[in-house]
């Protein structure tokens, strides 16, 4: 939040969706239902126990802010995310520069509360606020030859320390299958445990694809296009053996370099034990319909 925060003023549910409130008038600030859709309950959601703020805002993968795991929460503070505005492009009916507040202004926000599961064997359980990707791409009109969407996050040096190196060939850039973009489990989070995103959580909007590796995630979004074609990847661009397009969480398919068998609950102390990593991440009853038919150790 920028300048005087809304949460200064107004409860928490309710700033939290202040551009749908804004463009509904003032007066439905003062609306008790409107609270139950901001904050609306998913059946998506998993019953795990969350991790804490803390640890979901400290410990964070977002390269474009350094490599270590403390870099993005020091160094994303600088990040201007006020305006906003993602470039939907490719085969769509209207393309064009959606403003982040025509985006959200119908959005049906939910909160999710989504396992994520890093290629890097950790994991954490995520209350994120967001809605379907599925309705962005309805809103955007998804032609009939569309077969993939790409995403791509904001290039700005001047904000983003790690891209005054070339650690990675910068924009980060993610890609799913149309299916996948489509189905109801992909979210765009706008926030977590009831505020607006962290800047190093990829505020100040982000893919969540709960059943896929967290690199699939991208933060930041300033691109979505349509293609027929399957995008380039920054991670399989930068290392084709050891991540593939579609990343579904395996425990069956080893990284070359660690298996991928079991992870480390962030959070869960010392004397925890390590848990065994479920296929798609436990979403295979919504999701492994997608994959019917294909070899997942080939398409991995
Ligand atoms: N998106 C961008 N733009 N840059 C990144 O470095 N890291 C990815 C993903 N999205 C990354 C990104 C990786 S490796 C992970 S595990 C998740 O973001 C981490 O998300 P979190 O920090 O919110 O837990």
Redesign the pocket.
Known sequence: MRGLSWSDVTPKPQWLNRRQLMAGGAALLATPALAKIEAAKSRFSTDAAPNTLSE?TTY?????FGWDKGD?ARNARLLTTDPWAVEISGLVDRPGSYGLDDILKDAPLEERIYR?R???AWS?V?PWIGFELAHLLNKAGVQPGAKYVAFE?LVRPEEMPGQTTRSLDWP?REGLRLDEAMHPLTILATGLYGEAMPN???API?LVVPWKY??K????IVSIRLTDTQPETTWNMQNAREYGFYSNVNPEVSHPRWSQASERRVGAGIFAGREDTVMFNGYGAEVAGLYAGMDLSKDY
């Open positions: 979901i964070n993968n977002f390269y474009e993005p994520f890093c290629v890097e954490m995520i996050t980060y190093q959580n990829g982000r967290g690199f995630s991208i933060k930041s």
